[in-house]
T-cell receptor, first 114, second 114 residues
Framework: AQSVSQHNHHVILSEAASLELGCNYS??????LFWYVQYPGQHLQLLLKYFSGDPLVKGIKGFEAEFIKSKFSFNLRKPSVQWSDTAEYFC????????????FGKGTKLSVIP | NAGVMQNPRHLVRRRGQEARLRCSPMKGHSHVYWYRQLPEEGLKFMVY????????ESGMPKERFSAEFPKEGPSILRIQQVVRGDSAAYFC????????????FGEGSWLTVV
């Protein structure tokens, strides 16, 4: 069975600091990769996704992620965080051929201090 | 802009009672998914439904849990004889085409069993 690991449970940064959240998955075949964000009291929103092609994916709100197949990783990055980025971030994976089930990591809480 | 609508947002039930959680998918979406998030855990797939059909219920507990998506009306996740361990956030999601299509999540229903 697939598993997804998010390395950090809680990250605290000051505004303008750079962000990198780690995500590793266990499945060895073709995968689709996602990052979702959940702002306090709101639904999960899709930040970005990778299906194929350029392994550097750009998403909304200045976020990007890089798929490194050899490392089974899909880390999320943002060069300069803002207070409004305070949220919980979830990495998710599904198998690339005909699968609809998403396997989620446990999430990383990001707190940005003004 | 009606996204995936879930209600109630918060539900408190005593042990042994029934909980019913409702989900109206995004307009135009005919595929519905239910996920559960236990405290300090990532979201876990429970069930995938299309109108009047359960496609995959491999993530549903074998007893007390059931789901439906009738021809008319919202999808319902039903938990009979709730126990404390059922306390969790239940997220509904929907998309248009099952595999390969971005899944959109609702805001979740928080069940507390006292």
């Amino acid at each position: 069975a697939q598993s997804v690991s998010q390395h950090n449970h809680h990250v605290i940064l000051s505004e303008a600091a750079s962000l990198e959240l780690g995500c590793n998955y266990s499945y060895g075949g073709t995968v689709n990769l996602f990052w979702y964000v959940q702002y306090p009291g709101q639904h999960l929103q899709l930040l970005l996704k990778y299906f194929s092609g350029d392994p550097l994916v750009k998403g909304i709100k200045g976020f990007e992620a890089e798929f490194i197949k050899s490392k089974f990783s899909f880390n999320l990055r943002k060069p300069s965080v803002q207070w409004s980025d305070t949220a919980e971030y979830f990495c998710a994976v599904n198998e690339g051929t005909g699968s609809y089930q998403l396997t989620f990591g446990k999430g990383t809480k990001l707190s940005v201090i003004p | 802009n009606a996204g995936v609508m879930q209600n109630p947002r918060h539900l408190v039930r005593r042990r042994g009672q029934e909980a019913r959680l409702r989900c109206s998918p995004m307009k135009g979406h005919s595929h519905v998914y239910w996920y559960r998030q236990l405290p300090e855990e990532g979201l876990k797939f429970m069930v995938y439904l299309q109108k009047e059909n359960i496609i995959d219920e491999s993530g549903m507990p074998k007893e007390r849990f059931s789901a439906e998506f009738p021809k008319e009306g919202p999808s319902i996740l039903r938990i009979q004889q709730v126990v404390r361990g059922d306390s969790a956030a239940y997220f509904c999601a929907s998309n248009t085409a099952g595999t390969g299509d971005t899944i959109y999540f609702g805001e979740g229903s928080w069940l507390t069993v006292v």
